[in-house]
């Protein structure tokens, strides 16, 4: 009787509107960045603690990092929304901009949030701070805006994604063990793994939006060398995370790693578009599930954010988001 209320009825319908500004801030999104800061923590921890399992105290300081962060990130995905605007229309993506919030209403909201979320920042750990401005420059203003604009290109696009993978894991890690008597050589060995499996996931989004860069002229790595080659090196990188992890017997990347080849290899081998999906949306999956271990109240967050987003563009755009199920499953 509750599914077949939350489902059918035409009440929520008239609710959902209301969280339409929220949604503006791209909370689906935030399963990825999340996860990069907490493999961050749990990999200092690991580091200093022979696997720590199940760290549940609260600290503020923390949240206060995680809530700058998210704002921050959030910021730049309203500037990625207004700028793709005309390519997401093609992808069939834009729901929010244009139709249902005013371009410059958009714009305010991201300079709002990104302020707020520097001075939280600065507030939970003053020395995270440089680290928030760069995700902000860099995801913001070099990726998405002229003269810049290293989303349209084939290496600079993949390069940035790459970037920011590295800096969330340095702000987790940072937060977690701080920057005295840090080894570098050994926070590259452990934090590799990592970013390599970031990386081959933020190769494989390119692949659903070939059809909109293209008609924005945006040369993608996946436009510039097509769907194939993009599986075969997004494959390539995530064995190579699984190698590395396994040599540095880090027991999250490489139970994550190798877990997540099977849809890689799927993805290069048929090459379909349910293929594509899996090997995008099941590695990050992965990432939280096994990290739920080490910050089980992660899980509290990604739980709220994933129902309440279901329930948002279900009764919003009457579809089925996010969910783990593609076509034929």
Request: with cysteine; hydrophobic share 50%.
């Amino acid at each position: 009787m509750v599914k077949q209320f939350m489902r059918d009825n035409p009440i929520h319908k008239k609710i959902v509107p209301y969280f339409d500004y929220f949604f503006l801030l791209r909370p689906t999104l935030y399963f990825a960045v999340w996860v990069m800061v907490a493999l961050g923590m749990a990999t200092a921890k690991m580091s200093m603690v022979n696997h720590p399992l199940w760290i549940a105290n609260y600290d503020y300081s923390t949240f206060l990092v995680f809530l700058g962060i998210t704002l921050l990130c959030s910021g730049t995905f309203i500037i990625n929304q207004i700028v793709d605007k005309r390519s997401d229309e093609k992808n069939q993506k834009l729901f929010l901009i244009g139709q249902y919030i005013e371009i410059k209403d958009a714009q305010r909201i991201s300079n709002g949030i990104s302020i707020v979320g520097i001075l939280l920042l600065m507030i939970g750990n003053l020395a995270l701070t440089p680290f928030g401005i760069c995700i902000y420059m860099l995801w913001g203003i070099i990726y998405n805006k002229p003269p810049f604009e290293w989303k349209k290109h084939p290496i600079f696009g993949i390069l940035t994604n790459s970037l920011i993978g590295i800096i969330l894991f340095l702000m987790g890690w940072l937060q977690v063990a701080g920057s005295s008597n840090l080894q570098f050589g050994e926070l590259i060995s452990l934090m590799a793994p990592y970013i390599f499996c970031f990386t081959a996931v933020s190769l494989m989004t390119n692949i659903p939006d070939i059809k909109g860069d293209e008609f924005e002229s945006a040369n993608t790595f996946s436009v510039k060398f097509g769907p194939r080659i993009t599986s075969i090196l997004a494959t390539v990188i995530v064995i190579i995370a699984f190698y590395l992890s396994y040599q540095n017997s880090d027991p999250i990347a490489s139970t994550a790693s190798l877990s997540s080849i099977p849809f890689f290899m799927f993805a290069l081998i048929r090459n379909l578009d349910k293929d594509i999906l899996r090997a995008i949306r099941y590695p990050i999956f992965l990432l939280n599930f096994f990290v739920f271990a080490v910050y089980p109240l992660l899980f509290v967050s990604v739980f709220i954010i994933y129902y309440f987003s279901k329930y948002y563009y279900w009764h919003r755009f009457d579809l089925h988001y996010p969910t783990f199920l593609v076509e034929n499953d």
